[in-house]
């Protein structure tokens, strides 16, 4: 499909917009995960949590795309956008009225994740027909920079903002952050591709199901890229959960607040720029599969080093996380190549 010669204008409205979305959706995940941990200490609750947001992408990814190609982008990523706006907005009048309880941020976090799955997918597709081959990947480079900046700033950021006012307040930033990105896809067209000649005439569910076998066919009959699909299933059911229960460490080990949280996830943050930054330097070494392994590796090393940090040298945990997230840069980074 020919994209507009215009077409950063258009692009770059709906970009900011989600650029801003993302941002108070770190801040209040930040904040729920924090009240979590300081209402229960309780590294089940934080585990449940986790899990909860994790069963809409591994029950619906295969699935997603799919659905993608035949839904109506623009009207997804609007749909999603006001689900999690109309949520957080819920969320704002149980922490004010002081009804919130455990089971409300499950409900949450399967809602929140839910609208992620749908919305991401769509935004992707919807970059390669808006933005022309050749700014691809300019555009590609500008998320992952996007993405660690966010990881760097929102976890200090949210720290400070449950300073200086209540939950509730910091929840609302997000409702208006959803907003921001809802407004700009009312006013930009997103090009829809057409449907494929052998789905015309299909049933809808038969058809989703043939391109979904077709999908697995194809990782299934390429034994490289399997083993790299069953690799990173392995390196994130262990290394995940260990992520997850930062903040356990920080309040149980560490005696540190919010703000200590902030800073070992500002650290992660500073690693995956700092590694991406290396491997667009750099390139990598010519077989990628070498570059991956050495980052799994030294993501390994990252992780134990956080494990073995004494209580009193919490600036080592968050050398050791910094450490870990270049790592898993080039891990990623190579994979994805």
Not at 157 to 178: E, F, Q
Not at 277 to 284: C, D, K, N, P, S
């Amino acid at each position: 499909m020919k994209q507009s010669r215009n077409w950063a204008v258009p692009f770059f409205t709906i970009w900011t917009g989600q650029a801003f979305s993302l941002l108070g959706s770190r801040l209040a995940q930040f904040a729920l995960v924090w009240w979590v941990t300081e209402t229960t200490g309780s590294a089940t609750v934080l585990a449940t949590a986790t899990l909860a947001a994790l069963l809409p992408e591994v029950l619906l990814g295969p699935f997603v795309g799919a659905l993608v190609d035949r839904w109506n982008r623009r009207r997804m990523m609007m749909i999603a956008d006001g689900c999690i706006a109309l949520l957080s907005l819920w969320v704002v009048y149980l922490f004010w009225s002081g009804s919130i309880q455990v089971w409300h941020i499950y409900l949450i976090m399967v809602a929140r994740s839910l609208g992620g799955v749908f919305h991401w997918p769509a935004m992707q597709s919807s970059t390669s027909l808006m933005v022309p081959k050749e700014q691809l990947a300019r555009v590609a480079g500008m998320n992952q920079t996007l993405f660690g900046a966010l990881n760097i700033v929102a976890p200090p950021l949210g720290a400070l903002l449950m300073s200086l006012m209540p939950l509730y307040s910091v929840m609302a930033i997000d409702v208006v952050t959803a907003l921001m990105a809802i407004v700009p896809l009312a006013f930009v067209t997103i090009p829809q591709p057409a449907a494929p000649a052998e789905r015309l005439g299909a049933s809808p569910f038969r058809s989703l199901w043939t391109d979904v076998k077709a999908g697995f066919g194809y990782i299934w009959n390429w034994k490289g890229l399997l083993g790299v699909c069953l690799l990173a299933m392995l390196l994130n059911f262990f290394v995940s959960p260990a992520m997850q229960l930062l903040p356990i460490l920080v309040t149980t080990h560490f005696k540190g607040a919010a703000l200590q949280l902030g800073w070992l996830e500002s650290g992660w943050g500073v690693g995956l720029l700092s590694g991406g930054l290396i491997l667009a330097v750099f390139g990598g070494f010519k077989r990628r599969i070498v570059m991956g392994m050495l980052g799994i590796i030294g993501l390994g090393i990252g992780v134990f080093l956080v494990g073995l940090t004494p209580a009193q040298l919490f600036p080592m945990a968050i050398g050791g996380l910094f450490f870990g997230g270049v790592m898993n840069a080039l891990c990623n980074g190579s994979f994805m190549a």
